[in-house]
């Protein structure tokens, strides 16, 4: 079956757990406008519906997570983000500015580099298949990690260690990850699916309404939104102004896709 005609998204229930798959193996599961929307939808879904209790995240495949955002759908003129602008202000891949009140696990299937990463920063678990990585290699392209994983590592990680990863833009594997505390599990990649659905029904057995507060109060959840990030997005934004404007922004990915070196210019 073609990308044409098969959906960018999976949707599927077990139970009252709600899997949500990026199904786009033959991009790296990278993100479009309808990744974008099929995301922000599952977890629109699963917040409306009080028979869902936990929502996992995972990609197509035995290779990528998520690759970030759609590099060659973009150099092809498309768009990445959705028209609607709700939907866009549910952030990169529906997801990073989406918060919502049931428990996300991310099950990493693979790499999950850049844009997948910050997915996974954007989950409240994350189960990982041994083989995978992350990363947030942005600086070595002359951008910078704009989906929330500037402020997100720095939260979610020791700050000398989240620093290292930020500006080295090295990958650290998932034996690290959970080492660090980032990742609850890690598992062989068949027993990955298996794993996850396991910590999601050990949460779903949980009064649903307890596990909702629960969360809400520790990410500072209020009326669909993290008031504490409001000002990390704002810092992101104007720093964004500056970074994807600048020269460097345009010779990083040009000398990654001419197999060379960028030569950076501070301008």
Sequence with gaps: M???TSPAVLVERKGHVLIATINRPEARNAVNAA??????EALEQAENDPEVRVVILTGAGDQAFCAGADLK?????????PEDKAQRAWGFAGVVQHPISKPMIAAVNGFA??????????CDLVVAADHAQFGLPEV???????????????????IKVAMEMLLTGEPFSAQRAFELGFA?????????????IDLANRIAVNAPLSVQA??????????????????YWEANNREGRVVMQSQDAKEGPLAFAQKRQPVWQAK
């Design 2 to 4: 073609s990308e044409t």
């Design 35 to 40: 990744v974008h929307v099929g995301l922000g």
């Design 73 to 81: 759908a973009l150099s092809r003129g498309e768009r990445l983000t």
């Design 113 to 122: 580099l850049g844009g997948g990463t910050e997915l996974a920063l954007s």
């Design 140 to 158: 070595k392209r002359g951008i910078y990690a704009a989906a929330g994983g500037a402020f997100r590592i720095a939260q979610q990680l020791p």
């Design 184 to 196: 609850n599990r890690v598992v062989p990649l068949d027993k990955l699916m298996e794993t996850a």
């Design 214 to 231: 629960s969360k809400r109060i520790a990410m500072g959840i209020a009326e669909g939104a993290i008031a504490n990030d409001a000002a």
